[in-house]
């Protein structure tokens, strides 16, 4: 057996390396086998020429029989392969247009497929590197009723929440807690920020990694009630900031408040559970937490982290989710201990479940996410297309050459053999797009992550082995799609036909295979262009909606106080320093202090208004404290009453302004100007209400205008302390990008000590709520563009061929008399009807399956009939151009030329 | 043409092809008339199988090939048994007898 397999390796061996010796021994071979026979039919009495003919006869079609010969070699496939490569390769430098049509259309499917596949990959499938087991490892999420009867999701825990889950769960194994912020990371001018993972020195149990430089922290370093002051650097951090220095340990680096000692360095690619985000270090809960709150661990009202849990072997998600709920329970119930002010868990049912790590894949995934599944589904279309358009290149291209295949059928060639010939050439061009497709995923798919995810960091594309594997299944499977029917079509053409018929003869045949195909392409961009149409419209509606503030104007400005500690009259001539340095700045026409941000962050008290039971069952009252020229610097109307002015100071009567949309809900139909509210007790003193400014959208951008009140900064100084943040809204005259790093620079001088400035427009901070209703605007119009593009493609090569095909008919017509109009509408007549046939099955698809993305639009019908309208006309419009040149054509066929013509 | 020629059951010509080999080297013409020589022409290796199944022994082990000057001074390739081929041909005639034995067994069964 051992001695079959070497004499076999050693046959196959010489057969591929020293081909050219063995291809002449086969000649050799071959011939004396014919002299041989010659000889001895000679001795018989025939004549030389004749006994050459008959051994010839005998022997058989000599090629065929090498042919076999060398497929008992067991070389032959890889010969053929190679043959085939190189002639495929020699076929397409002979046809440049073609070529490069089809890799066109192919990288274009596979580029941006392969880019999509990126992007749903990390979104949904691949978990965070390092991580050992992930499908045991779970996010928790609570769910729980809220007051208006809605279920809601939340998946923020208390540091204390934590402590308790871990101590009263029992099907656990692990538990960590983490968070990750963007914090102020270095001192002086390398201040940046940065984002920070904040983590339980537990998680680092869940992962595989070992540091590459130092230890990771440990239970002693993150433990009640400060811990320890330590951090462990990313890898890239490490190599970009500190150039891969071993002596980086034992240093400090500054972030947000405190100094951290650099105790080790993650491996490469450790990222935590960051979702795609790298951060630059790790530092402990409890070190981190002490700086912001003292009694971060006894109480529940800061919650801050998301907890990670890895189930007990045997263990379902079922079963933690229920001792999840349970231990929730008993937390929630410790929490009411302390907090007389919040339901029984009776009441809002709190249910604990253990999800995916994947955040697009537990149940708090935002619309985004359902846009880029969509936008995927999207992207396979197009691979659809492109593989309809390079079946039908290719389908022209093979009856171009039936007669090469005929005559090479006719010397001898197999069925198969020819089929297997065209197939590598369709993998050649394949692979030719791929890479082609591959190179531009890695150039564009940049933009394309930063449209969809939100993430800065580079994927690479050409390096991740998962998607390379998926751009090579992606390309066999194109072949297959695209290059099949037409190699079996040409394989199995008709040989007597074929060699007799010219050109001339009954060569010109409508394809029923190709018109489908044209069909086919042309329904799939009406979808496209139809989905790309309604998603503007959605985006536009969107846009339009009166925020209540002006977006276009306003720049944010917030400061970094970094534990630089100000008493209150230095604070409060620090925050009137801002504001007028702020408004002396060239282009600025207005700026004010706030206390919260729209979309960023808010701040609410309790309220108590005669006459109401509870007002917080109502729905969520928002505050915001600005500077008298609040309202004139945010563009927020004022509809009745008065804005707060420079003499409702500390000490004057207690005045606020209410949103439309508060006065309603608390005073129904009474004139609200003059009536009271108290903030925090009802022993507070009364604030009055003096005007009613229009509603503004804070939280969720399609919503009611929110319940907003709005004090005098000044006042809201004196009673209720410190704001939170010193941060300013700054008004400017023209694009607030182009002032952006002039305020801050001029701002900067005034902070005390490392105390930093940070400046952005504030439509940045509003736009990702726009996120889900850009993205799928801009890629469906993308995709449908492009899909467009090849179905034009696509109708001008078919027709331009059956106009060649067609040149003796036309001749023929033209010489017996029809005039160029008529050929021409011949022609273009028959572009038009096939765009009309795509247009309607296009219509009907996307009117049946629109319904699917109805709940991702706003304030649009996924039927809205000025889309299907401007798709349809636009598709007739592209129909009528790309078979209008070929007809032109053929309108000025000289009947001369086209008959004598082969 | 005569009608008397038969057809090769599938997988026969390997047989014959070593038990042609098996007194001599030879090579690939001298082997189909050898064959058909010695069954009297009822057997007619056609000749399109010939070279291919050549190759196939060749690849296996079971014989091996050699360029040489036959008789007339013609450069010829001569196939020869290997130790392996001698084993396989012991075995496969063995075979081929028990199988006619057989069928011959059941033909005459009255």
Known sequence: MLGEFWSELRYRARAILRRNDVERELDDEVRSHLEYEVAKLERGGLSRGEALRQARIAFGGVDRIKDDTRDAHGVSLVEHVIQDVRYALHGLRARPMFTAAVIVTLAAGVGVNTAMFGILDRTFLRPPRYLIDPGTVNRVYVEWQRTDGKRAFDRSYAYTTYADLSRWNRSLSHLAAFAFRTMAVGDGEETKPLQVGIVSASFFDFFDARPVLGRFFGPQEDSIPAGRAVAVLSYGFWQSRYTGRHDVLGTTLRIGKSLYTVIGVAPPGFEGTSDGRASVAFVPITAFAATIDRNYYKNYGWGWLEVLVRRKPGVTVDAASADLTSANILSWNAERVLESGLAAASVVHPIAVAAPIQLARGPMAGPETKVVVWIGAVAFVVLLISCANVANLLLARALRRRREMAVRRAIGGTRGRLVQQLMTETLVLAALGSFAGLLGAQLAGGGLRRLLVDV???????????????????????????????????????????????????????????????????????VLLIGAGLFVRSLQQVRALPLGYDLDHLMYVETSMRGATLNPAEAGALADRLVTGARAIPGVTNATLIESVPFYSSEGRNLRVAGIDSVRKLGRFQLQAGSPDYFATTGTRILRGRPFTADDRAGTPLVAVVSDAMAKILWKDENPIGKCFRIGTDTTPCTSVIGIAENTKARNITGEGEFMYYLPMAQYVATLGQPSMLALFVRVHGRPEDLVETTRSRLQPLMPGSAFVTTQPFHQIVDPTMQSWTSGARMFLAFGVMALALAAIGLYAVISFAVAQRTQELGVRIALGARGVDLLRLVVGEGVRVTLGGVAIGTLIAFFAGKGIDKLLFGVSSRDPLVYGIVASTLIGVGILASAIPASRAARVDPNVALRAE | MTDDRLDLPQGTLDLLILKALSLEPQHGWAISERIRQVSRATLQIPQGSLYPALHRLERRGWIKAEWGASDNNRRAKYYELTRAGRKQLDAETDAWQRLTTAVSLVLDMG
Do not use: H
């Not at chain 1, 994927?459 to 390309?475: C, K, Q, S």
């Open chain 1, 456 to 526: 800065n960091d580079a994927w690479p594309v050409v390096t991740d082995g998962r998607t390379l594997a998926f751009a090579g299944i992606l390309t066999l499977v194109t072949a297959l799609l695209a290059g099949l029917l037409p190699a079996m079509q040409a394989g199995g053409v008709d040989l007597a036909a074929s060699l007799k018929a010219g050109t001339r003869e009954g060569a010109y045949r409508q394809s029923r295979v190709r018109t489908t195909l044209l069909l086919l392409q042309s329904a799939l961009s009406v």
